[in-house]
């Protein structure tokens, strides 16, 4: 009788500990997914076409770069996720973007023409994220390969110094840009809100009653590179669960 109600007592604390770990993992992956997916739901859930809106994406992104007086910058369709090319000052948008007359279109255009602005007044910030990011996506992919590398090399040397060092240079290129993801966050929301924001309302481009929705759209747009920091994070960990399992 003694052993059977141990027994139960040892089966009832698993089932608990299991249930704490699956609790824990599922509050793990909404604080890593929950924002990309909010950015998506939010920019699909304003992409119907608005017949009202005088213009698409493309034609509301050259209006404001030859009204704004933009040196150089063009406006060109890209596959590659809408953003601003500081150095070959370029405005891209996703074809769906760019041909559109939807609230999303408008919004991303603003935005990203946002960035030719502060690119224009010299941003430090953006100069700096300019010059930052090549290093960091290049740093990022040689992490792979010298992860990926590193259990070889301390099977070879037989010595976990070797092994460990490469590790350690192998996160820290996820761990960079982690951190530039995380530091782009006010330049994103400037673009957004101190930019995009108050051109559209000053120039009469969205209505007063679409002026919520097309907030919460260049917040979303403005968390684009958090989901990405996020993503990384998910990276990272998977890389360490595969590390840990050699």
């Not at 997914?33 to 009202?52: A, C, D, H, I, T």
């Not at 120039?203 to 097309?214: D, F, I, L, M």
Request: charged fraction near 20%; include cysteine; aromatic fraction near 8%.
């Amino acid at each position: 009788m003694y052993c059977s109600k141990s027994n139960q007592s040892l089966s009832s604390s698993l089932t608990d500990n299991y249930k704490y770990l699956a609790a824990g993992a599922l509050i793990v992956l909404a604080l890593i997914f929950g924002p990309s997916l909010w950015v998506k739901m939010v920019m699909r859930r304003y992409s119907s076409e608005k017949p009202e809106m005088p213009g698409t994406g493309g034609e509301l992104a050259k209006h404001l770069i030859e009204r704004f007086s933009l040196k150089d910058v063009k406006v060109e369709v890209t596959e590659l996720g809408d953003h601003y090319d500081p150095i070959e000052k370029k405005v891209r948008l996703l074809r769906e973007h760019y041909e559109s007359k939807s609230l999303t279109a408008i919004a991303i255009a603003a935005h990203e023409v946002g960035h030719a602005i502060q690119d224009q007044q010299g941003d430090k910030r953006l100069a700096t994220r300019t010059k930052m990011v090549p290093v960091a996506n290049n740093v990022a992919r040689w992490s792979v390969i010298i992860i990926s590398l590193s259990p070889v090399i301390g099977i070879i040397t037989r010595h976990p110094l070797p092994f460990s060092l490469l590790l350690f240079l192998g996160l820290s290129g996820f761990i960079a840009r982690m951190m530039i993801h995380a530091v782009t966050l006010p330049i994103e929301f400037d673009a957004s809100f101190s930019k995009a924001l108050p051109l559209l309302r000053e120039g009469n481009y969205v209505s007063q009653s679409n002026e919520k929705a097309v907030s919460s759209i260049l917040r979303a747009a403005a968390l684009t590179y958090v989901s990405a920091a996020l993503a990384d994070i998910l990276n990272l960990g998977r890389w360490i669960v595969i590390i840990s399992r050699r």
